[in-house]
């Protein structure tokens, strides 16, 4: 049985590694359109302030370590069509330009996504340039070695961290966001008016509420930025508008959700039983509201990866879902968020409320206490945590993972109230911040649910 995979980023080898483990006798053949595998996209900014030396470390898989083992890996080849009926694909070689039509008896979508690039006049400009593969990635940190003025276009995660990347690295930087507050799919806006500050106090110009209206060529040689609050000098701008599935090879051959991305069972498999579907390919199963969702995270491109390679010939392991748990480290601080928002509870109806918790992580008596904000988000029928998130100096992030894992399994804020959570004055205090946070929920609800 011969197993096609189209994309060899996380979830194609993710899917890669697990049908190497499972299904051994298989003959597996991968196509791949860039030149290289495995880039972790994170890493740009960590190269540009300085912490990672090289884009190339963030590549955690070599081609070869495939192609000892069997696998056919091509790389700089472009699938330009699959014929889901007759089971066949038209490849080219990049290099060559040669076609050759090839044939599977499973089909696994791995294709990944491209950048949003949104409708705005002279977006086309060469000093306008996006920064998701590792090609693209390396054109952006060699452009911007020698200049000083940088324009970043979307406040989501990969845009915040851009911003401090180029600001520690001695850039001036702009920061401008559409919607009103930055990262508003994640956090809530006293959380997210924390983080403006917190960029603003380290020379980032945030601006909010604001679009872009044009680029253009300034007389000097720099970029002209046109947006609604003004016009901008500077020597390049970045695109971090968010990401579309690239999933048009499938269109009209199997389901779909309205932006593209393509639906699956819990076994990763679509509409067509002999196509699966992984990574920001495919939809995510969101558990707090029992729906999908599109959320392309890497965590996600890896577990459904590792399912679609598990589940390719036999429907052996389902996904457990996701609470889209996400995080970030901007200018020392860390941000780590679970689960739904409050304004996300209002858009699917739920009778949810919030509390804010904020305190020491640990004892005061202890150096660095360094205050820690938790909000904490519930549903008021049924006490069950629906999210949180977390905002502190120390390194909290491990905290999101466990909200996630009281949510997985149906917990309520009675019994994050009294998870049994260690204690020492190095890490917490006696009663956790989690713990504190369920507590006041508990309190807000006039006590505790008796059993």
Known sequence: MKVVIIGCTH??????????????QAEIAVYERQADISYLSCATYLHIKGTVRALSDAQYQEPADFTRRGVDLELNHDVIRVDARDHSLLVQDLITKAMTTVTYDKLIMATGSITAIPAIPGIENPRVLLCKTYSQANNICTYTAQRQKVAIIGGGYVGVELAEGYRESGHEVIL?????????????????AKIT???????????????????QDAPDGQLLLNSEAGDFEVDMAA????????????????AMAPNGAILTDDYMQSSDPDILAAGDAAVSHYNPIKTVTYAPLVSHAIRQGALAG????????RTIGTQITTGMQVFNHTLACTGLTLRRTREVKINAASVTYTGPYRPNFMPNAYPITVILIYDRNNRKVLGAQL????DVSQAANTVSGIMQNGGTIDQLA?????????FNEPFNYLNLAAQKAVDQENGYLWT
Do not use: W
Not at 242 to 253: D, H, K, R, Y
């Open 11 to 24: 979830a194609g080898i993710a899917a890669v590694k697990q049908i190497l483990k499972n299904y051994p």
């Open 176 to 192: 401008i966001q559409q919607p009103a507050q930055l990262l508003d799919e994640y956090i809530e806006s006293e959380l997210a």
């Open 197 to 215: 500050q917190l960029l603003t106090d380290k020379g980032v110009h945030v601006l909010t509420n604001t679009r872009v209206t044009g680029f």
């Open 239 to 254: 695109i971090s508008a968010g990401v579309i599935p690239q999933t048009e090879l499938l269109q009209g051959q199997v």
């Open 310 to 317: 598990i589940n390719v010939f036999e429907r052996r392991l």
């Open 391 to 394: 905002l502190c100096e120390h």
């Open 418 to 426: 009294m998870l049994d959570m260690l204690f020492s004055p190095n």
